[in-house]
């Protein structure tokens, strides 16, 4: 932003406006990040010469980029500078389908993955299929309601990435351990309906939170879903003490979960994920 300050909504070296999102199912009052945003007048005007150098870097260092929060190249919170909270924020749209029309022509091979979780209006949906890059479905945002939740496993098209949870996201054993009795009963339901549909073990007749658990991760990858990403702590059933990040907080335990390397001699955890992986023909096999 001190470099380059034209790219960015500011005024006398302080930004006007800065980012964050509205109250959702992580926090009441938002989350402010507080960091600038981007003035889209200015990259129209530039042919997005920015975010193509930006986009083409991320290509020579990773095979796939997933763009986080994506639904802000359609429209973005925008808070007023110096608030304490997001409430008071307003959608501002952003020339996403220009950006990324643009991208496709300069850049033809990038491989990108859709954050497309939280708010979504029609104007983002557009954006999303014009774009045609996979999205994310997240397990746990849909194994608790109704089955015709765009996130319930059954419903996964192909061109998508499919996860128990996020960062942001409990443990699904965590997860499972905070449910109330109305959303653990529908959990049952939709659970036992995965099992007879995939085929999977079923569920023994007092079943704990890593029996369910077991049967998510195991029908996550059973799904229609291209890609699905299990974190190693769904793998092991760890309970909430092993979450990542508890959004909108500053707790000492926020990104600070380690893995002793000696786990990766368990036989029975690579023994799992190896079965796991080739029931549901997910092994590459080589070339």
Known sequence: MWENP???L??????TLVAGVPPDYFSKTGQLWGNP????????KTNFDWWIKRL?????????VRIDHFRGFSAFWAVPYGDETAVNGKWLNAPGTEL??????????????????GTLDNRARHLITHVGY????IAQFGLTGDQNNEHYPLNYQKNCVAYTGTHDNNTTVGFLRTLRKNNRNNLINNINRLIDVYKLKKLPGAPTSKDFANSIVAALLMSNADT?????QDYMLLDASARINTPSTLSALNWSFVIDERVFDDFDLS??????TIRSDRNIQPS
């Open 37 to 44: 945003l981007y003035n889209w007048t200015y990259h129209k």
């Open 134 to 137: 996979p999205n994310m479905k």
């Open 10 to 15: 500011v005024k006398n070296g302080k930004p």
């Open 100 to 117: 990324f029309d643009t991208v496709k022509e300069r850049i033809p091979d990038l491989s990108i993955i859709v954050e497309d979780l």
């Open 6 to 8: 034209e790219l960015f």
């Open 271 to 276: 023994d799992k994920i190896g079965v796991l």
């Open 228 to 232: 699905v990403i299990i974190p190693l």
């Open 56 to 64: 083409a870097h991320n290509a020579e260092l990773f095979d796939t």
